[in-house]
């Protein structure tokens, strides 16, 4: 029935990846983009990037500075810091990633269904509640003692401790969500619970999911330093940005480059996933708005 | 009036207001619709319309009362099951375009939802039947890969009706469909539902605030006040001779795109809190021509001529 | 009319946006005297508060500009004025209401303390005397008990209530002018006639002049003496209200009026307007209405036309009814 009203109905030109378009424009998800991503080539590519290996220990070229040959200087155990910084990062960035897919998935099944389902609600919560009532880091401490120190239970360690935040975040947007009217048109239309979760529910919340994931990766790459500096991180030799810093705060004041470097390392990695998670909340969060 | 497809009787809807206390949204509301019709429910905020419409196609479960679809009782013990049987056969349009509609969903996949979720639909017949459906709410086929963010208020409007004709369904609750579009998008909207009545018989329950949008889709129109129905007649009768003090207050205020008309000075007060109900008819205290009765026996709703119920002692 | 009170000439406001900087308010001029009523009306996107604000100077300056235009109130140039000088003529001599209460309210602070705060900040009252010129204000907008609901916080009032302490915030302080805009689009129909009949009461007890704004010609039928019709940014159509409503020259205020569902007689459909409201990014060559325009021919098309006079302080945007009224 193309009837005279809509003789000039014209669509509007259309504009392609509109979210991507706004992220690229962002200034702060760049640089944090940037950050990330070189980070991530120099994990992958380290031994590419680099001809020496991060455990082999040669006695002679014990705590050289940083020189042409040794960028950031050797440890203790004439290991070259540059090299293991770059190793080190393969394991970091791994716990911070594991970290926030693993709290993200549970946080994520917790949220959504307390919110869909509101008979669960309150057992789900209080027991989000529970967790979130110890610190993350005594948490991890205690579950990664009770497990065993290796990347897995700490990866599990620190996701039980981040899985609280992430649920409530994910809770908080679904319930919103499900009080708009397309979830009603579902409804009439006889969908089940599974669907609106699937169509409806979850992809509404990416967003603020996804900066929260942000978040928590940086926050793993922090605590998985944290909890090395206390002895628990992942076992020695293999290195990680937390166990080279470990391992040189006895010779933090002759040689400050064994802790200086793979601080930095850290630092970075933190700063560049908190920026991206800036962008992304800048772009995504009021995110029913109409874009001009 | 023929069989209704639709009808009502005594709908009640509680909602918790706090400990012990509950509020009484919609309270005794009765009405038939036959296939083909339409039935406009006028009201203001707080006067039960909205509710009234989701209670009829079980986005609300009624407290009390009896609503019947199509032949089946939809309410009360086994209602849902046989609610699931006749689905298919009502649909909903709702008032705001932009939360009525998945902003993460295409428009193909928005129009056909309700054919995803009755299932055993080929792949082809959706796509076939998604740009029939465009093209029957008068949308560039090319509208069916974009996102709802991409239209206007209006065009939104109609992907919403697109998708509600998706099963080709014999009743639509028309939930405010126009409020929220401008002034000009709101009358392509009117034409398009009444087109789409006549070419596939539809039967509306068209809720809105504007009397003049309801006499321009409706065949019957009910007036509600604080969860009840004061006045219900045919669209001739309630225009031409308004009974109740209400739909005559109601009629008065309507603004009018004429500046010599000089309206009547406001009616005082407004709509009473549903938790303090007030003893007697609900409009009493702000009726012009209440009595000492009027606020001590609630009048019932009553025929006052064929076809023609309103809720006044003094009619 | 003697000297306007406020007059705008040739106001273009420019928004800053992705895609670079969009008109959103074109050549925009009128007059406004002392005690007069005028009525804007338009759809979304027609630039209608854009104006309003404006001459409030309520735009944020990173993001907006102004790159012509006057806005002369009272001798001087709004758009000029510092700062400082211009937050004492918002709230004092020129006051605005919002089409959504709760949101204009701040919700932590009672009816009395929102009312001071204008009365202390403008006219240096001490907080008792504020109180007592609050009580007096709501008596003014008719809020029965007014000593007592002056202690009420904003969510225990009704959509109603709530709009009639705005308009009490509003005249707090005695304005010339004040700016409605959508004061009843928000509100019940009922409700909304008691706000429009309230405003018509004050401003002739307080004297002052009003500027309307609405999308709904109704209201506006109902309340201004003089109309603006916008669309998409400007000005198609200025006439006293009668003239307007009676004669209309513009093919897009033609369209409004007789899309509006009619009260009094049966249709079987409403007349339309094809098409959609243009989205405010999107450059339309010639006159902005001519896509949606049955009557539009091949010069609509290509250019802009302008505001011409067509009858007794009537003006229109429109050169083909112009020459059926007058032929070449």
């Known amino acids: 029935m193309a009837d005279a009203t809509t003789a000039g109905e014209l669509l509007a030109p259309r504009r392609r990846f509109p979210v991507l378009r706004r992220l690229a424009r962002h200034r702060s998800f760049r640089i944090g983009f940037v950050i990330v991503v070189v980070l991530t080539l120099a994990a992958i590519f380290a031994p590419l990037i680099s001809s020496f290996d991060p455990t082999s220990m040669r006695a002679r070229i014990r705590f050289r500075p940083p020189q042409a040959a040794y960028w950031f200087g050797t440890d203790n155990f004439g290991r070259d810091v540059f090299t293991r910084c770059l190793y080190g990062a393969r394991l970091s960035l791994t716990i911070g990633l594991g970290v926030a897919v693993l709290s993200g998935l549970v946080g994520t099944a917790a949220g959504i269904i307390s919110a869909q389902f509101r008979q669960l609600d309150a057992m789900i919560m209080r027991l989000m509640d529970g967790l979130m009532a110890f610190p993350a880091i005594i948490l991890a401490i205690g579950l990664a003692a009770a497990m065993g120190p290796n990347i897995g239970s700490l990866i599990v360690a620190l996701s039980v401790a981040y899985i609280p935040r992430t649920a409530r975040i994910v809770r908080a947007s679904a319930l919103v969500v499900r009080e708009l009217e397309f979830v009603d048109a579902a409804r009439v239309s006889g969908a089940s619970s599974l669907r609106i979760i699937w169509k409806h529910l979850l992809p509404n919340c990416m967003g603020p999911l996804l900066v929260q994931l942000t978040f928590v990766f940086a926050y793993a790459i922090l605590a998985e330093a944290a909890l090395s500096f206390l002895g628990i991180g992942p076992p020695p030799p293999a290195p990680s940005w937390g166990n080279i810093i470990a391992e040189g705060r006895d010779q933090a004041v002759d040689s400050w480059w064994i802790m200086f470097f793979p601080g930095l390392a850290i630092s970075l990695a933190t700063l560049g996933m908190n920026l991206l998670g800036d962008g992304l909340r800048d772009v995504l969060d009021p995110r029913l708005k109409v874009e001009t | ?315 | ?328």
């Open chain 3, 1 to 328: 009319m003697s000297a306007p009170l406020l007059s705008v000439r040739d106001l273009t406001v420019q928004f800053r946006t992705d895609a670079g900087w969009l008109t959103a308010v074109e050549q925009v001029g009128f007059e406004l005297g002392a005690q007069e009523t005028l009525g804007i009306v338009g759809e979304s996107g027609s630039g209608k508060s854009v104006t309003a604000l404006s001459i409030l100077g309520l735009h944020a300056a990173s993001t907006t500009r102004i790159p012509t235009g006057a806005i002369a109130y009272a001798g001087q140039d709004l758009l000029k004025l510092p700062d400082r000088a211009m937050r004492r003529i918002r709230g004092g001599e020129i006051a605005m209401i919002f089409q959504d209460p709760m949101s204009s309210l701040n919700p932590v602070l009672t009816v009395a303390d929102q009312i001071s705060e204008t009365l202390m900040l403008h006219q240096g009252l001490d907080r008792k005397t504020a109180r007592n010129r609050a009580i007096g204000l709501l008596d003014m907008v008719r809020i029965a008990d007014a000593a007592h609901r002056v202690d009420a916080y904003p969510h225990q009032l009704s959509g109603g209530m709530r709009q009639r302490v705005m308009i009490a915030i509003a005249i707090a302080c005695r304005p010339k002018l004040l700016i409605a805009d959508e004061p009843t689009t928000a509100l019940d129909v009922t409700i909304q006639a008691q706000i429009l009949d309230l405003l018509r009461e004050l401003q002739t007890e307080l004297g002052m002049s009003v500027i309307l704004i609405s999308h709904d010609l109704g209201v506006i039928a109902e309340f201004a003496r003089r109309v603006l019709v916008m669309y998409a940014g400007r000005v198609v159509e200025a006439a006293p209200s009668r003239a307007l409503f009676r004669q209309p020259m513009h093919p897009y205020t033609s369209g409004l009026l007789a899309a509006i569902p009619p009260l009094n007689h049966d249709v079987t459909r409403l007349s339309t307007i094809p098409g959609s409201i243009p989205d405010p990014g999107r450059r339309i060559p010639g006159c902005r209405f001519s896509p949606r325009c049955t009557e539009a021919q091949t010069e609509c098309r290509e250019q802009a036309p302008d505001l011409v006079s067509v009858g007794d302080d009537h003006f229109a945007r429109c050169p083909p009814r112009l020459h059926r009224m007058r032929p070449v």
């Open chain 2, 1 to 315: 009036m023929s069989a209704p497809i639709v009808s009502a009787r005594g709908l009640v809807k509680d909602f918790p207001a706090g400990p012990d206390r509950t509020l009484r949204a919609v309270d005794n509301v009765s009405f038939d619709i036959a296939a083909g019709e339409t039935l406009g429910l006028v009201g203001e905020s707080g006067s039960g319309k909205s509710t009234t419409g989701r209670m009829l196609v079980g986005l609300i479960p009624a407290t009390s009362g009896e609503v019947s679809l199509f032949g089946q009782t939809v309410t009360g013990r086994g209602g849902d099951a046989r609610l699931a049987t006749v689905r298919n056969r009502l649909q909903f349009v709702f008032q705001d375009p932009n939360g009525s509609l998945n902003p993460r969903m295409r428009v193909r996949d928005a129009i056909a939802e309700p054919l995803d979720i009755k299932g055993d639909v080929a792949r082809a017949d959706r796509a076939a039947r998604v740009a029939e459906l465009l093209d029957m709410v008068g949308l560039p086929a090319a509208s069916a890969d974009r996102y709802p963010h991409e239209f206007s208020g209006g065009q939104r409007q109609r992907i919403g009706i697109a998708r509600a004709l998706a099963l080709r369904p014999e009743f639509i609750v028309c939930d405010e469909p126009v409020s929220a579009l401008d002034v000009s998008m709101q009358a392509q909207i009117v034409n398009l539902l009444l087109d789409l009545q006549e070419r596939f018989g539809l039967g509306y329950l068209f809720i809105a605030h504007d009397l003049a949008v309801v006499r321009s889709m409706s065949r019957n129109v009910a007036v509600m006040y604080a969860g009840s129905i004061v006045e219900i007649a045919s669209r001739q009768a309630l225009y031409a001779a308004p009974q109740h003090p209400y739909t005559q207050a109601l009629l008065d205020v309507v603004p009018r795109p004429d500046p010599d008309r000089v309206r009547k000075p406001a009616l005082a007060g407004e709509v009473p809190s549903m938790l303090n109900r007030p003893a007697g008819c609900a409009f009493a205290m702000r009726c012009p021509r209440a009595e000492a009765r009027c606020r001590v026996e609630t009048p019932a709703l009553r025929d006052i001529a064929a076809g023609h119920r309103a809720a006044c002692h003094l009619v």
